[in-house]
């Protein structure tokens, strides 16, 4: 069983928003959501999602023409249909869409929807469209173009018409942490900053005519993104927007009720400074976002244990891989975290 990759391309300026959007419906919205761990970026397709031990493939191909012709729709559809025929089995196929035309749908309310709420007279665009697109693709075999194929694989397409805005798609991610307040300007750049590290995974290395016998070679050429990735991407960008806010985070309290008022000020302009350093420290971001996931994943599992408690729990080489961290401007950091995310 082998697959050969024939259809990469480097990130286009026209479909980038596209794209990045096609990942978090996937991440945020599709129905394997909660089985989806990694993100692989232009190896099978625009992006795929697979699962931890890649013995799932959720394939989408993205388009960002506004208003596409049932017989554009069709073309598009090509990479898809080639990941079909191949000899890797997918568990999903979609077609992100920026837009459709009018008489594309049968039922216009649905944004979500499979090839049977496309209209009778699209439908047969669609397939023409598909048909000359395959017969033009050295890639695919003649042979397999039937009819028989193309109904199968259309009847297996979900076809995703794009109906949020950018803050919209990071609003999802950051849903269940209503005390993180984030204005749309800020979500955005957040956007951007996914948009950037997906356009950078294309840069990794040059895949063209590559082949792999099994999915789980993917990963050696490292083109992927990983869900707990981009969460803390987010996160890290929401932190950076203001991460020595006014006041002292409440779980911070105890360490420093026991001094007088001056002595207290010290201390918490000092984890701050600390934070800060931290933070803008470029020879150990790795250590500092190690640290960050850590602290994260703790306050997700015990999310009633107070800060000492998650001190307790934490893994204290991660403190001391870092130039800048000590116990106490630790203890700080983990309130400060806790204190947004529950």
């Known amino acids: 069983m082998v697959y050969k990759v024939s259809s990469s391309e480097k990130l286009r300026k026209t479909g980038a928003d596209s794209e990045t959007k096609a990942l978090l419906f996937l991440m945020n919205f599709s129905n394997a959501k909660n089985e989806i761990h990694y993100f692989i970026i232009d190896f099978f397709n ?153 356009s950078n995974k294309k840069d990794m290395s040059i895949v063209e005519g590559i082949e792999i016998s099994s999915v789980d070679e993917v990963m050696n050429f490292y083109r992927h993104l990983t869900n707990g990735e981009i969460k803390l991407l987010t996160l890290q960008r929401i932190i950076n927007r203001n991460p020595v806010a006014e006041g002292v985070p409440i779980g911070f309290m105890p360490f420093v009720q026991q001094v007088n008022a001056p002595v207290q000020k010290d201390v918490i302009e000092e984890c701050k400074r600390t934070l800060i350093s931290a933070l803008f420290n470029k020879n150990a971001s790795q250590e500092f976002w190690e640290l960050f996931a850590e602290i994260y994943s703790l306050i997700v599992n015990s999310p009633t244990d107070d800060v000492q408690e998650l001190f307790n729990k934490l893994d204290k080489k991660l403190i001391e891989s870092h130039p800048n961290f000590d116990i106490l401007s630790t203890k700080y950091f983990i309130a400060v975290i806790k204190e947004g995310i529950v």
């Open 46 to 198: 625009d992006v795929t999602g697979m699962n931890s031990s890649s013995t799932k493939l959720w394939d989408v191909q993205s388009k960002g023409k506004k208003s596409s012709t049932p017989k554009e729709i069709g073309r598009e559809l090509v990479t898809l249909f080639k990941n079909y025929l191949s000899d890797f089995d997918f568990d999903g196929y979609g077609l992100f869409l920026a837009g459709v035309s009018p008489t594309f749908r049968e039922d216009k309310t649905k944004n979500i929807f499979g090839f049977e709420n496309v209209s009778d007279r699209a439908k047969e665009s669609v397939k023409n469209g598909l048909k000359e697109e395959s017969e033009d693709k050295t890639y695919i075999d003649s042979s397999e173009i039937t009819n028989e194929n193309i109904n199968g694989f259309l009847n297996e397409v979900l076809f995703i018409i794009d109906d949020k805005t950018k803050a919209e798609y990071i609003k999802e991610i950051i849903k269940e942490h209503p005390k993180i307040i984030a204005d749309d300007d800020v979500l955005e750049t957040i956007f951007e900053e996914i948009k950037k590290e997906q």
